[in-house]
Structure formats: C-alpha cells, structure tokens
C-alpha cells in the first residue's frame, strides 16, 4: 500500500512525528502532499515545538505557519553554530544604574534609576527580522532623588494595551504606572497612581514585584512580601508574610498548583516555595530547595528566579525551578522530587520541610561571580542564560547537553554586572549599569533592525554583519578566548 492511498486523517497522524526536512521533502512529491503539509503540517510541528517570544508576537499573528517554522529552524541552528548579532540597545546613561528588565507582547522597558525607557515591538516587511524601535523615556521623578529610584518592575494586564507597570522604589513605595505616548515624541508622559493601601514596605527597599493574572505581589529588602488581588476593590493586601532574612527576588507561578518563589539571604532557606490558596499565601513554606548538602546553603543566597525552558528533560511542568545563587551555580530543582539534600542536625527545623536536592547544577568553571538573573527559553526551547555579578559577562547552557556551556560578554566589555537578563526563542535582552543591550540568534537582521547608534567608545563594528564584536568562550577546559 502507497502512503498515498491511506485516508488523510492518518496522513496527518503520521504529520506529528516528522522532522522539519522530512516534512518539506514530503510537501514536494505530490500536489496533495503539499496542501496536507502547508495546511496542517506546519501547524501542527509549531504547535508541538512551541518557541514562545514576546518580542516575536506580532509578527508570528502575520506570518504564515510555514515563515514561522523557517523562522525557528534558522534561529535553532544559529544557535548551535553560536551564530548571533551583538548591540546595545542606546549610548552608555550618564552615571551607573541597577536597571531592571520587563516585557510583554507590545514592547520593551528598562528602568534605570527613576527613568523608564520604552522600546516598541514591530512587525517586519516582506523579508526582515521584526524590528525593536525606541519609543520613548519618561523620568517618575523632577528631581535626581537615589530615594525614588526604581528597584522593581513588572508589567500588569491592562485588557491588552501592554502599558501598564507595577514600579517599586528605593524607598518602599509601589506605583502603577501607565505610559502614555502622545504624537510622534520621544517622551513619554507617566500617568502614576499610588494606592495609599498597598504602602505596606516603607521605608524598606522594594526589591522585587510580581504579577499573575490578577495577583500581584511585592518583596522588600527585609523580607516582608505582601499579596494582592487586583479584582477587589478598593485593593487590599489579601496576605503578608515575613521571610525574616534579607530578600531578594520572587517568582510567581499560576500553573497546576500555584506558587511562589522566594530567594533571599536566609541560613535555613534561601529558596522557599509557598503555596497560593485561595489567592493568599501559605504562611509556611510547602518546600525548601537547597544545594545537595544543606551545610552550604548557610553561606549562599538567590539572587534570579524563573521557570524550567519547555523542551527540558523533565518536560514542560511549571513545578521545575530554575535559580542563581551566590555561588556562581545555577540549580535546578524539581518539586515533583523525593530527594532530600543532606542535613545535619544543626541545621535541622521541625516546622519546615526538608531542603530538596538539586536535579541538575550548572556553572562557568571559569567564574566565581555570584549569579544576579536567570531566564530560561533559547533554541529548541532547551536553553539557560545566566547573568554574572561582574565583567559583564552572559552565560548559556542548552540542558539537553549540559556539559557544552559557553559564555559571552556584553557589547562593550562593560565592568559591570548582568542586572537582569530575558532570554527568548532568538533574542537575549539583558542590561548592565551603562546600557540595554541584546544578543539576536534569528535570521535576517539589518542595520534597521535596530535602533541606530552613533560609535561608541569600547564597540568595534564588525564588517560582515550589522553587529559589534564581543568576546565569547567555551566552558570546556583548556578553551580559548574568541572574538565573534
């Protein structure tokens, strides 16, 4: 029997399991063949190999499933050949900053010290990448006041306009901020409401906020989180609890069983997971994830938290973890797990449960630096990155070969950490204390890709593609420097 002769609802059975080549050369040998491919083929491979990008977003709704899978496969082997565009993304700021990092479908923000900088998502021509354009700035405050520097920042949903932050300052307060743009300027106008009900961490530093459909949740510096729920009214916090130990990030997960990461400083507990019942949080950790000897937590912290890539070992379940530490690894730990880490009766606590071994640990064998952001997502889906605390240096491991690490530095060789770092299906938008930079894997990108900058002090163009030069390398031992 021909395989043409089978009904076509085996045909497209058999559609699922076939690569990428197999199905374009299947999409060649008959007329039929090649309506069954580009009417189901391609969909259904995006949808079983799914490569999720924000900055993508727009242009994926315009393009057709077979642009979108050209798109994946050529970004997935730049990928494997290290094979990307370095830019920064504007001139270096005028003094040193912490800047924070968010995203979603519409743009871009960075937030450096008390000014926020836009950048809006495009959707490219006939051929090209999708562009990313400066849209504007905005300063939340007249005067240069470190008291309202932003320390936090995360998009809320506002029905699909992509505008509306949750901004957390230097002296404990939360503000909704709404970006308004307004003609063709390059300033941005915020609209800033601070609700006098959820001032609960002044005058502690807001050192990291979350939002989940219509949760939203705030860490201060000394531990206190607080929870709220967006579809009361007026907003009230629906729980607080207190982590006694100096914080750092959360991570919130409304996946299967909802959750919440905390990472701090803390001797017992640096990595505590609470569970979300009925929109508030446990007051006592539901796991604690530790090294594979708790003897070590003692000493580290956890600086960057973020969920497991799609494609990972362990699969697509929100119960895996990914998160820096102090120590310069990045751990992996699996909720679902039964493995304890080592305990010692000192470090024992009968109100807590026992700390969860790691599935897998990472590291740049040529660094030391503590680890300040993580994100997860890359080619195949399958990829790591990693933020270093100094020489402005970005990590990268696909989990599927985890022993094949290799490290690059930001455009610029910026002395600076890696203060935040989003890793998508082709780019890498990460931020030291000078600049917004990217590293872009996909296919096509032009000098109008993005925005154009004047030279620069420390950045070397490169002639072949519309990039700089920076400086990457392998982790594997007795591995030299390079420049790409």
Not at 60 to 70: A, D, F, G, N, S
Not at 352 to 373: G, H, K, Q, T
Request: charged share 15%; hydrophobic share 35%.
């Amino acid at each position: 029997m021909l395989l043409s002769d089978l009904p076509n609802d085996i045909i497209i059975i058999v559609l699922h399991s076939l690569p990428v080549p197999d199905l374009g050369a299947l999409s060649r040998t008959s007329k039929s063949f090649y309506q069954l491919v580009n009417n189901f083929g391609w969909q259904i491979h995006i949808r079983c190999n799914p490569r999720p990008s924000f900055s993508l977003a727009q242009a994926r709704e315009v393009w057709k499933p077979r642009r979108r899978l050209q798109y994946d496969t050529l970004s997935d082997k730049s990928w494997t050949s290290f094979h990307f565009v370095a830019r920064p993304l504007s001139h270096p700021w005028s003094r040193k900053q912490q800047p924070m990092l968010s995203i979603n479908n519409k743009r871009l923000v960075v937030a450096a010290g008390n000014t926020i900088y836009a950048y809006a998502f495009g959707t490219p021509r006939a051929s090209g990448s999708p562009p990313l354009r400066f849209e504007g700035s905005c300063s939340l405050h007249n005067e240069r006041n470190s008291q309202w520097d932003i320390t936090a920042v995360t998009f809320v949903p506002d029905n699909g306009e992509g505008r509306t932050l949750l901004c957390g300052f230097h002296n404990g307060t939360l503000a909704r901020v709404v970006l308004i743009r307004e003609d063709n300027s390059r300033t941005l106008t915020p609209k800033i409401t601070i609700e006098a009900s959820l001032q609960s961490h002044a005058p502690d530093i807001v050192e990291s906020v979350s939002a989940s459909g219509s949760l939203q949740l705030s860490l201060s510096s000394r531990g206190h989180a607080c929870m709220v729920n967006l579809q009361e009214t007026p907003y009230t916090a629906t729980s607080e609890i207190d982590l006694a130990a100096r914080s750092w990030t959360t991570y919130m997960s409304d996946g299967g069983s909802p959750y919440v990461a905390f990472g701090s400083s803390s001797k017992t507990a640096p990595l505590s997971v609470h569970s979300i019942l009925e929109g508030s949080l446990s007051h006592t950790p539901t796991a604690i994830l530790g090294t594979k000897s708790s003897q070590s937590t003692s000493y580290s912290a956890v600086y960057g938290i973020c969920r497991s890539p799609f494609s990972s070992p362990w699969g697509a379940s929100p119960q895996i973890l990914i998160s820096g530490w102090f120590d310069g690894v990045v751990r992996v730990h699996d909720l679902r797990s039964y493995a304890l880490a080592k305990t010692s009766p000192s470090n024992s606590n009968s109100n807590s449960p026992a700390p969860l071994r790691p599935v897998m640990s990472l590291n740049d064998p040529w660094s030391i630096e503590p680890i300040y952001s993580v994100s997860s997502g890359g080619g195949a889906c399958s990829h790591l990155a990693a933020g270093s605390a100094r020489h402005s240096v970005v990590s990268f491991w696909d989990i599927r070969y985890p022993k094949s690490g290799w490290s690059v530095y930001a455009p610029g060789n910026d002395p600076s950490p890696v203060y935040s770092v989003l890793l998508e299906s082709s780019r890498v938008f990460g931020a030291t204390d000078s600049r917004p930079f990217v590293y872009d894997f996909g296919p096509d990108v032009t000098q109008d890709t993005y925005p154009q900058l004047s030279p620069s002090p420390g950045l070397k163009p490169r002639r072949s593609v519309p990039g700089y030069y920076v400086t990457r390398y392998s982790h594997g031992y007795g591995s030299l420097l390079n420049d790409h």
